[in-house]
Nanobody
Framework: QVQLVESGGGLVQAGASLRLSCAAS????????MGWFRQAPGKERAFVAA????????YYADSVKGRFTISGDNAKKTVYLQMDSLEPDDTAVYYC??????????????????WGQGTQVTVSS
C-alpha cells in the first residue's frame, strides 16, 4: 500500500495563504492520480482538487477554483496544494489521497485508494 503524510496546515487569518504537502512512500506507482479532500465539522468529506499524472490534468471543486492550485513533484513523490485567499469556510481537515486512476480516486471506499491522516487548516475571520 501507499503511505501518505500531509503537512503544512495551521491557523491563519482570512486572506492568507498556506501550502500543503503530501509525501508518498511505500508501494507507489509511477503516475498515480492524486487529490485533496477536506472534511469540516458536521460535513461529509468533500473533493477539493485532483491531479492526473497522465496528461497532467487538474480538477478543482467550484468552491476553490481560482484560489487553490494543485501540483506535483515526481522526483520527491510529493503533491502540493497551494491555497491562497483563504476563507473561514475553508476550515477543515485536509486529506491527501492517491489512487491508480481518477475514477478510483473519486470512490471513497476502502480498497480504491489510500488516505493520509489529515492536516488541520483553520482560517479565522
Amino acid at each position: 500500500q501507499v503511505q501518505l503524510v500531509e503537512s503544512g496546515g495551521g491557523l491563519v487569518q482570512a486572506g492568507a495563504s498556506l501550502r500543503l504537502s503530501c509525501a508518498a512512500s511505500g508501494r507507489t506507482i509511477s503516475n498515480p492520480a492524486m487529490g485533496w479532500f477536506r472534511q469540516a465539522p458536521g460535513k461529509e468529506r468533500a473533493f477539493v482538487a485532483a491531479l492526473s499524472r497522465i496528461g497532467n490534468n487538474t480538477y478543482y471543486a467550484d468552491s476553490v477554483k481560482g484560489r487553490f492550485t494543485i501540483s506535483g513533484d515526481n522526483a520527491k513523490k510529493t503533491v502540493y496544494l497551494q491555497m491562497d485567499s483563504l476563507e473561514p469556510d475553508d476550515t477543515a481537515v485536509y486529506y491527501c489521497r492517491a489512487a491508480a486512476n481518477m475514477l478510483s480516486l473519486k470512490i471513497l471506499r476502502p480498497g480504491f485508494g489510500s488516505w493520509g491522516q489529515g492536516t488541520q487548516v483553520t482560517v479565522s475571520s
